[in-house]
């Protein structure tokens, strides 16, 4: 068990340019998070996913933000025309399935300029 | 949606002393879990209890589901322990998980 794996850990891009975030679950987790976290802020959900199924997306979250699980297991987050309300800390959870703990990855820190 | 509110928001301690943080929430929920986030901002899953007590360490947690709210306990504080707890429920079985907005808890040596 390696835990919660997010790449990078930090983003530094300019503001009009896509970006992707990586995350790998705990293996044989079934369940994928993807939250956001702003300064002195709770974790805010962003979506989920029970193995490739995204379940639910936030209505805070624009067209411009898109996840992906292939085969249940790695997920990517995409932000396509990146803003700088954008800048934050990406999260991303994996529990072994419903009714089980939540575990964090370190996070991606994301600089929009 | 469900509301999650965490009481204190802040809280200063001197080292050794106890303290209590609590957790209501507006509807009926299916599990809660107590996190710490550290100052280097990694979040910690302390306990899983969606309702009764649990204890591991320093640390002890009771979820009163009938009534709607948690409470953590911190007993002898150490510097470790300074930093931001969440509170965080999912309603149903296929419902996201929320987060409250957290209290800050500073140890002071």
């Known amino acids: 068990d390696t835990g919660v794996s997010q790449d990078p850990r930090h983003k530094i891009t300019k503001r009009g340019q896509n970006v992707t975030f990586r995350c790998d679950p705990i293996s044989e987790h079934n369940r994928l998070y993807w939250y956001r976290q702003t300064l002195g802020q709770g974790p805010e959900f962003l979506t989920y996913?029970?193995?490739?199924?995204?379940?639910?997306k936030s209505r805070l979250l624009s067209d411009r933000f898109s996840a992906e699980r292939p085969k249940g297991s790695f997920s990517t987050l995409e932000i396509q025309r990146t803003e700088q309300g954008d800048s934050a800390m990406y999260l991303c959870a994996s529990s072994a399935r419903y009714n089980s703990p939540l575990h964090f990855g370190n996070g991606t820190r994301l600089t929009v300029t | 949606g469900i509301q999650v509110e965490q009481s204190p928001p802040d809280l200063i301690l001197q080292e050794g002393a106890n303290s209590t943080l609590r957790c209501n929430f507006s509807d009926s929920v299916n599990n809660l879990q107590w996190f710490h986030q550290n100052p280097w901002g990694q979040l910690i899953n302390l306990f899983y209890i969606p309702s009764g007590t649990k204890q591991n360490g320093r640390l002890s947690a009771t979820t009163v589901a009938t009534e709607r709210y948690s409470l953590l306990y911190i007993s002898s504080s150490q510097t470790t322990d300074s930093g931001v707890y969440f509170c965080a429920v999912e309603v149903n079985r296929d419902d996201k998980i929320i987060f409250g907005k957290g209290t800050r808890l500073h140890i002071l040596p």
């Open positions: 996913f029970q193995n490739e199924a995204q379940l639910e």
